[in-house]
């Protein structure tokens, strides 16, 4: 609607240039205007790569509800990452705000600081920060093994969780990379996604704001009201130095103007002091 009307907003361009610059013509870059070779659709192609990858992704799940039953901790961990996989979308923050909600408040796989705890090794490993699912799984199956030891069944947890979140993705990628440039010069698909876009920004605060209130907040109580669910933090169990520890990095990096490297550096000295101080950060 709001491309039917005109609105700028919703009038986002389909050439190679970047935001603020003159845009650059398709026949003018090496592209060219013509679509490559490896990017026109191929319908034998379609077939057998949504052949592969929907093999490699559904039968494993299948046989997992088909031996074990909807209960088993491994059937959930399955069912609930491809969920995951087909309807998230906007990247690593918008996703890790639903995950973590539902393995802490619906399953209770973990608790909301073993959650932060993840978050935390994630985005101080050189990996993709959707790996944080990995260490879900792991904690979902470590603390419902039934009877495998927990470490193997918590691992087994780990990898099953990391194969039912990326071979959905692979699948997206490859069956829908040959249509990318006729999606590019389409308006009405060009003004769906800038409104998408603009919804995971809403979707990324939503995780800042749960992360944010667990990690100042030691108690929070749930609010549940005209179909929402919230959770309302308990002003006696503020937590100081994470408080305080937030302010510091906030002030760097929206006043001071520091690089990220400095404040993650101060922030993990800081609070490596508070460790051995013995004050609780989180």
């Given amino acids: 609607m709001g491309a039917r009307a005109g609105l700028g907003a919703f009038m986002a361009g389909g050439g190679h240039g970047k935001p603020g610059q003159i845009e650059v013509a398709d026949r003018d870059t090496l592209l060219g205007e013509e679509a490559p070779v490896h990017s026109r659709v191929n319908r034998g192609w379609a077939f057998r790569i949504s052949a592969i990858f929907l093999g490699a992704w559904l039968l494993p799940l299948m046989a997992l509800f088909g031996v074990f039953g909807p209960e088993n901790i491994f059937t959930r961990i399955a069912g609930f990452f491809s969920a995951m996989a087909v309807v998230t979308f906007g990247g690593a923050y918008a996703v890790l705000a639903y995950v973590a ?54 691992t087994l947890g780990g990898l099953l969780t990391t194969w039912m979140t990326f071979t959905p993705c692979f699948l997206w990628i490859f069956l829908g990379a040959p249509f990318i440039e006729r999606l590019r010069g389409n308006q009405t698909v060009t003004a769906a996604l800038t409104a998408i876009t603009a919804a995971v920004v809403g979707v990324i605060l939503n995780l800042a704001l749960w992360f944010g209130l667990h990690v100042i907040f030691t108690e929070l109580r749930p609010y549940n009201a005209f179909g929402l669910q919230l959770d309302i933090p308990i002003m006696a169990s503020i937590n100081g130095p994470a408080l305080a520890l937030a302010a510091l990095a906030t002030l760097g990096v929206f006043y001071l103007r520091l690089m990220p490297v400095i404040i993650l550096a101060g922030c993990a000295g800081i609070g490596f002091v508070f460790h051995l101080s013995g004050i609780a950060v989180i």
């Fill in 101 to 154: 909600q539902e393995a802490v408040q619906n399953f209770g796989w973990l608790a909301s600081g073993e959650m932060l705890d993840g978050l935390g090794m994630a985005e101080t490993t050189p990996g993709p920060l959707i790996m944080v699912t990995q260490f879900v799984g792991f904690m979902g199956a470590f603390r419902d093994a039934g009877g495998l030891p927990p470490l193997l069944a918590a």
